[in-house]
């Protein structure tokens, strides 16, 4: 297919460029739960209590508020406590069924305080509520396995901060497919109803295992970095330095792209360019569309610096594309996209 020949996206069912008018949110079921979330979800890893100021982390949070975002997901390790801190009080204004919250335990809190032991699962849990200023939270994840701990006693932790009514619904984050089966396998204990794994154009490994247990199962992907930490944005150009305001050129976040800016990815990404703006989207809604053509995917998480970026990631929601635009677009990254 040659560049001339590649479909519009459409909006809705009308075909227009996204720029046209900024459609309604879409949302979709998590997973077996009752919960909707956005299409399109609000992260705060590396960015709010820490690499964004707080003014901007502000109005980052209002901004994804009026683009119809309903899902915040955040972990009690980002910024040691200071993201959950931090939405804690911005969120305090806003009714608690407005929106969906999210967040997570497994990685260190001290030197003694870690993993997914029923102790640690019932002392993050409160602490974390503690620093979110909430009763509960909608969907309380497992940021990663924990091998030290037998997963029955992980499972009746998790069991046990339900039915407390600290969480509604559990999910997990990266873990690996057989224990992902065991946990479901065991008898009188809650559910996992999500999955959060790293998905993007440039990371496909989800596809191959991850997503059939769990659609069958009952179980939506929350993907993050579907951006690839930004590079899929475009922005970081092959043989230049990364522009100053971005991810790359920050001492705070810059510590997890750097395996994404090798020169061969940077100009595969910059391939997709006269794609993207052929069917009238920006490179961010055609890598946010890409990962949300995907059905058992519920939400792609974005971490926002500016307000107007949410604008940008949020109208991504209401496209509906050819799938042949998606087929050009990943030709043009085969080979270099990691885990495919």
Known sequence: MSDATIPIAFSCGTGKTVTD?????????????????SEISLGSWLTYGGGVGRELAEACVAAAFDAGINFIDTANVYARGAAEEFLGEVLAGRPRDSYVLATKLFFPMSRSDQGLSRAQVLKQIDASLARLRTDYVDLYQCHRYDWDTPLEE????????????????IGFSEWPAEQIEEALA????EKFVSSQPQYSMLWRGPERYLFPVCAANGISQIVWSPLAQGVLTGKYLPGEPPPSDSRAASESMSGFIDRLIAPSVLEAVQRLRPVAERAGLTMVQ??????????????????ASRPEQLEENAAASALSI?????????????GVERGA
């Open 322 to 334: 050819d799938p042949a635009l998606f087929a050009r677009a990943e030709a043009l990254v085969s």
């Open 154 to 169: 992980t499972m009746a932790a998790l069991t046990e901060v339900v039915h407390a009514g600290k969480v509604r619904y």
């Open 186 to 189: 065991l008898p009188g204990v």
């Open 21 to 37: 008018s900024v459609e309604p949110m879409l949302y979709r079921q998590l997973g077996s739960s009752d919960l909707h979330v």
């Open 286 to 303: 055609l890598a946010l569309a890409w990962v949300l053509r995907q059905r058992n995917v519920a939400s792609a998480i974005v971490g």
